[in-house]
Nanobody, 119 residues
Framework: HVQLVESGGGSVQTGGSLRLSCAWSESRYCLGWFRQAPGKEREGVAVIGMGGDTSYADSVKDRFTISRDNAEKVHYLRMDSLKPEDTAMYYC????????????????WGQGTQVTVSS
């Protein structure tokens, strides 16, 4: 059973930045970040494969960056130019099904961290 521990959420103003971190107990091929706003379904934000290949949701392209450090067993989500619509609970994930954002399915999930962006 893979354990994921998230950190780094918080509250910022529009245009601000945050970096989320997710530490894993063992290495997995596909890692990702998902988010869920109140009253909305969970959506994929970004995924990254073992070799560093990435995919992003259109809504976050050019603002968010996913990365991983296999030696340290951690992956990150750097979020810049944050907007109020980015407000959500963010979840890290491992073993994302098909390594696709559209699946919103993964074998292992972090506990979630809240990101709030005020205007």
């Amino acid at each position: 059973h893979v354990q994921l521990v998230e950190s780094g959420g918080g509250s910022v103003q529009t245009g601000g930045s945050l970096r989320l971190s997710c530490a894993w107990s063992e290495s997995r091929y596909c890692l990702g970040w998902f988010r869920q706003a109140p009253g909305k379904e969970r959506e994929g934000v970004a995924v990254i494969g073992m070799g560093g290949d990435t995919s992003y949701a259109d809504s976050v392209k050019d603002r968010f960056t996913i990365s991983r450090d296999n030696a340290e067993k951690v992956h990150y989500l750097r979020m810049d130019s944050l907007k109020p619509e980015d407000t959500a609970m963010y979840y890290c994930a491992a073993d994302v099904v098909g390594c696709k954002l559209s699946e919103t399915k993964a074998n292992f999930w972090g506990q979630g961290t809240q990101v709030t962006v005020s205007s």
